[in-house]
């Protein structure tokens, strides 16, 4: 079985709009992608909808003990953390907020282990607050390529911002931009 490759991305206020402007432009990915969006439940059926519009691939609401597929897109549901195990299956959990939120894209990314040969991505896009700043210096140190959205393109330049404060930000890119450098790693 090939190693799982991944990448997490995370998102808060204005992240449908990013993600409509990002997904047209990126090809079937050779990785399962985890889109953490600060959203509540019944609003991301909505959104789950709206991205199967514009990707190339398959969008799904994560559940409970689904495997990570290559090519495939899971969102986080509302009021639930999705926490990774091995890389490559997801366990979903009610929990208290993390950074005044739930689902917090810092549980995801921090659950996130090394895995030697294969490939990850972190990506921190639009956003308020610091969520994902802790997680996204994790998964670099875990060997993950990561990548912020640049303060042109975001609505809002908190998380991204805080994201490049850590210091573990490999690439800062417009939306457009960060489509092209994950078909690039994910080829």
């Given at each position: 079985m090939p190693l799982p490759n991944l990448a997490v991305i995370g998102a808060s206020t204005g992240g449908l709009k990013v993600f409509e402007?990002?997904?047209?432009?990126?090809?079937?990915?050779?990785?399962?992608?985890?889109?953490?969006?600060?959203?509540?439940?019944l609003v991301d059926r909505s959104f789950v909808t709206s991205l199967q519009r514009v990707s190339a691939m398959p969008v799904a609401l994560a559940r409970d003990g689904d495997a990570i597929r290559h090519g495939t897109v899971y969102l986080a549901p509302g009021a639930l953390h999705l926490h990774l195990v091995a890389n490559q299956t997801i366990r979903l959990a009610a929990g208290e907020k993390v950074n005044s939120v739930c689902p917090s894209i810092d549980v995801t990314m921090e659950s996130v282990i090394p895995k030697p040969g294969a490939r990850m991505a972190g990506v921190i896009l639009t956003g308020m607050g610091h969520d994902g700043a802790d997680g996204i210096a994790h998964m670099k140190r875990c060997g993950a390529v990561t990548i912020a959205q640049d303060r042109a393109t975001s609505v809002i330049y908190g998380m991204p911002k805080a994201a490049e404060a850590t210091g573990m930000i490999d690439f800062v890119l417009s939306a457009e931009r960060i489509a092209d450098k994950l078909a690039e790693l994910f080829k």
């Open positions: 402007s990002l997904f047209p432009h990126l090809p079937v990915l050779n990785a399962g992608v985890v889109i953490v969006q600060h959203i509540v439940p």
